[in-house]
């Protein structure tokens, strides 16, 4: 479809006399020397055509590799339209220096800078690395080496490996320049799509052809960026297992938010033909094999849990109160489950756990016209138990783990005031007002507690 | 706040709704507070809240919500953004749970870095509420203070919600504002 | 930051709605030998647009466009016998609570208000009743000290240039009675009094013509965005 409309975005072309995409816009602009092959260290990480598996469904017929690899420690030629997407992407860098949502915490920063520095090899000092305190699983990198890793993330890594996973996939985006290739592309299907459209009116066609042209544009970008995605797996992986990581646990990164994602059974993976990134499925699946084909022999390779709970430890806590903000009540669920059997911490994970029925704090009484609309068929959202004495539950099951904190007792004060049990509201307040370290709300529980006698 | 401003422009610039002047004097504020400002104040109705600004909502302002009910949300998210995960005041919320649904609706339209100073109870002309204050800033970085005093009548809750940039505009409006809440009667 | 102003100024030329584009305050005297202006980085970019008219980043262009208008500011404030220093960037400027970085975050809320509330008559704030007062506050005696300084000059500038296949698809539209957009500049500047922090000047230019990448179409381009600067 998309080269039935190419013929005709040609044909148009031809009618509008010497249409021409505008000079030097579209052809791939190299950094460095144009030898079609080019050797040195770039090469050697990203290991050139022995990368495009056959094991991998390319979606493009275009070739990848007409765009080289950029040479360590070198900016692209300041006549380029590379060097433009530099100097934009510097400009977005320096916002992010100084932005709100930036954890500068240097232990934390050079905890994954670390990682990063490994994996990279000489293209080390060309990606720098930003921790964005943002609650949802992503990992983004700029065409200029900006790196940026968000909380959601963070929460979600159960060891070194699995984060190195996602490190060593940017680092692929980095090295493969897929910024400038996805601008060059964006652009070049956007000019094609204004010669179209406007050979298309000339022709009196009307309006609704225009969308089928954006469309098959827009899958066209959007497979661009697929196959970007699977390029950036594979360079990931190789670097991880270069770098004496297990393999093994690169799928199943993937394995873990497709169980987190699916226990809201209303959510969808979002249309295909608009995806950006491969089905979570195919990548599980991909990155299984290759992990065979690349440490054949098991238990050799490094996941280093304990150094990753030791750095990401003092941030969970934070990290999951503002997990349970967004109000996504079945997915957190599973992820404090998830983690909870992942053994970080318990006493953390329940008493999240526990909040998160309390600030649902739905009981089966008011569910009544749920009932009726799920007898309907619609979604049924009552739940069996009251919201408080489940959360009860938790809370007490969070003070038998090791280190329960202060501030459960807080919790079960405001679960027990809910649940009209006065008596037990004041002595969970007392307890936590005499447990905590200078509580900000101390007087206005004292003032409580002195309303309830 | 940043981008509650820019809606707003938009929506001004379209002809919606302009400020009027606040003088000096006894003020209604919909059907939910009378106050007694001492200095002048431009102000915006928006329906659910009323917003009453000196050197415009970007730098500083005051929030007026309007009495919310079982259910509703406490700020408007950016327009197109659904309000589904919001938190939601449930009536029966004690002054703990309600402190937090203002740090999570904060944190839900942009609120960064938030830190919560002490928690007092308060009268509000004869109306037992109470006060924190908060240190925040938004994705730009720029540091921002904000006083939220909250009551709860009738089953409904009232939260005045100032704040401003802290370096100058908070300062120098404050004795200001804190004349003006303890002039406010919840009606 | 600015990027939401442009935005603004994009609709109110639609609606028709905008009123001034340029201030100055009545106490602000002259900017001559007795005083020295700041000049902060000036965040520009020049782009070219594409047939599609989406604007791609031009590196050398931009960089060109620096030079020139750092010259052209020295003539002009030279003409005008006022002393300029150049911000310096540090390491400081890398911590979002240093001083001067929350100034400059500062600079960018207030000038935006000020702006917003100032042009549109739509917007304004009644209870200014027409006079213009927006501030940064006294912290800005930090940089008065720390550079000498009586005033701080900041800039903004978007510049967008026709490429050819833009110049060619804007010719084909036209043939079929339909108009699109050749390039646009965006710019304004404002003026601080660094011993009051009071924005005492500013001025915003938004037209289809002006060229930054050559030294003497852009010095046009600066003195249009000094136009009526204090002297």
Redesign the interface.
Known sequence: MRIGARFVAVAVCAA?AG?????G?QKPVVSNSASAAPVGPARLITGGAKLKSEEVGWETSADPYAYQDIRPGTRPA????E??????MD?MERQL??????I?DPALNEYIQGIVCKLAGPYCPDIRTYVV?APHFNATMMGNGTMQVWSGLLLRCRNEAQLATVLGHEIGHYIRRHSIQG?HD??AK??F???LQ?GL??SGLPPGVYNIAELVAMGGVYAFGRDHEREADLIGITLLARHGYDAREAPKIWAQLQQEMKANKDYSAGSLFYASHPPQEEREATLTRLAEKLQPATDKFAKNRDQYLAAIGPWRNGFLA?EL????FKTSQELLKMLYADGFKTSEVRFYQGELHR?R?KTPKAEKNEDLLSFLGAKKDAPERNDFEVALEYYEKALKEPDPAPVIY?SIG?AQ??LGNDDAAREALKTYLSLAKNP??R???E??IKQSS | MKRLSLILALLILNGCVTYSLVKPGTVKIGDAYRAQPRMEWSRLDRGRSEAWTIDGNSLHAVEFIKGLEDGEILFQPAAGKST????KY?K?M????I??LIS?SL??IGG??LE??????VKLNGVDA?R?ELTY??????IRRAIAVSAVKNEKLYVLFYYAVKQHYFGKYRDDIERLFQSIEIL | MFRILVLIVAVAGLTGCQTLNYYKSAHLGRVDDSRTVLIMPPDV?L?EL?????P?????W??QAKTHMDKALQKILAERRAHMVNYQRSAA????DSPN?QLI?LHNVVGNSAIVHHLFEQMKLPNKHGKFDWTLGDGTRRLAHQYGTDFALFTYVRDSYT????A??IT??AL?G?GLQGGRQFGFATLVDLRSGEIVWFNLLARGNGDLRQYAPAEETVRALLEKFPS
């Open positions: 509008l249409c021409v995409m505008a000079p816009d300041q006549k380029s339209d060097a433009g997407l530099w100097m934009v400009g220096r100084t932005a709100g949502n930036r500068t305190r601008m964006r652009v956007a000019d799509l204004i010669f406007i009116a000339a503002d903000r967004l109000g996504k600030l704090g807080r405001l005031q809910r900000k709300d007087s206005i529980i003032f409580m | 589904d995960n919001l938190p449930r029966g004690n002054p703990l749970e402190q937090d999570n944190k839900a960064l870095k919560v100073e002490e928690l007092r109870p109470f924190s800033t938004l994705k730009d970085g720029l | 970019e782009s594409s047939a599609a008219g989406a791609i980043p031009k590196a050398e931009t960089d400027d890398d911590d979002p970085v975050k490429s050819g296949g833009r060619l698809a084909a539209a079929l339909v």
